[in-house]
């Protein structure tokens, strides 16, 4: 008797259940505190995000049956003003919660986290925070300079902190300047913070500023902020050698590329743009363009301070003679350096 072939066996079915790939909760939260945080995980299910029914967490003590505290977590882009979510139906689901709502003790809490699909499919994951009494850091002494000085070499800016739960409890030390944030680097001294910087840091800066320095600790708690003052010298960008074709032929189609090298006592992060316009023999105005350091518009290497662009030779029409090309640039803080020119001869 013949044997017979048996089908192959099929891939094995996916678990239909919806799966916590991502789960963000703070693993440190304040005693006592009313102050909002976020908590959020981001659920797979391979149906699709229509296919979640609910994502909600169950909180405990540990080492308890009682839930202290339930809620949903939503994926609505906010319009539930507690969610905290920023894109709708992106399967990112968020609430957020206080350690007030939960916590009536220091110690453990279990979040429980689940996510039901609309086939009552039902995922979970668990995470383990602790809460506790917790007092935010305190900074002080800070040390900076009065003032930066146009091209300076290099500036250090320094401060202190204090936490009550030791050094390794603080998750970051920083200073606003200008609407920008810069963070601090842990010296070998202990609960001593410290950042060095150059001319750059100067970039888009000028005049009197207040420096705030904060200290964050892993809580998620923030110090009251210290403020120090400090005055920025910013000096215009200069223009150096000029590249430009000594002759152009009208109608020739001939193709030429303009450069100009510029620097700035701040670095080039300071260069808004560089620019160049024309004068014609007549002594009317030509045309004008942007000058780029990007490797576009025939520029050859990007950042280099050689800031380039292409032109053709002018149309038969235009009239011959002498062209006056004049070169400029300014920074980010209006400042315009001193005007450079080439004369370019059309035939």
């Not at 996916?14 to 659920?43: G, H, Q, Y």
């Not at 700035?264 to 300071?270: F, R």
Request: hydrophobic share 35%; glycine share 8%; proline share 7%.
């Amino acid at each position: 008797m013949g044997g017979c072939d048996r089908e192959p066996n099929g891939p094995e079915p996916e678990d239909p259940s919806p799966v916590f790939e991502i789960v963000d909760v703070p693993s440190k939260w304040a005693l006592r505190s009313d102050r909002p945080r976020t908590v959020a995980a981001k659920v797979y299910d391979p149906q699709g995000v229509e296919d979640l029914s609910a994502v909600w967490v169950n909180i405990m003590e540990l080492g308890t049956n009682g839930v202290t505290w339930a809620d949903t977590l939503l994926d609505d882009a906010n319009i539930d003003s507690t969610s905290g979510d920023l894109v709708p139906k992106d399967g990112i689901f968020s609430k957020l919660m206080k350690s007030d709502d939960f916590a009536p003790f220091e110690g453990q809490y279990i979040f429980l986290f689940q996510a039901l699909d609309i086939s009552s499919n039902l995922g979970e994951h668990l995470d383990t925070v602790w809460v506790g009494e917790n007092s935010p850091p305190v900074v002080y002494n800070p040390d900076i300079p009065d003032t930066l000085l146009s091209g300076f070499a290099v500036a250090q800016f320094s401060i202190q902190v204090s936490d009550s739960q030791g050094q390794g409890d603080i998750k970051d030390v920083c200073f606003t300047i200008g609407g920008s944030v810069f963070y601090l680097l842990p010296s070998t001294q202990p609960f001593h913070y410290y950042l060095a910087v150059d001319s750059s840091f100067s970039a888009g800066l000028k005049g009197d500023y207040q420096i705030v320095f904060r200290a964050t600790d892993y809580f998620e708690e923030t110090n009251e902020p210290v403020i120090d003052s400090l005055w920025i010298e910013n000096l215009s960008p200069r223009l150096g050698q000029i590249t430009a074709p000594d002759t152009m032929v009208r109608g020739s189609g001939d193709t030429f590329v303009l450069e100009v090298v510029v620097s700035d006592p701040q670095g080039l992060g300071d260069i808004r743009e560089v620019r160049f316009r024309v004068i014609k023999p007549d002594g009317s105005q030509g045309f004008s363009d942007d000058l780029h350091d990007d490797e576009t518009h025939e520029d050859r290497d990007a950042g280099d301070g050689v800031f380039s662009q292409g032109i053709s030779a002018p149309d038969p029409e235009n009239l011959e003679g002498d062209y006056t090309f004049i070169f400029w640039a300014e920074d980010r803080v209006g400042n315009i350096s001193p005007e450079d020119s080439v004369i370019v001869v059309v035939e």
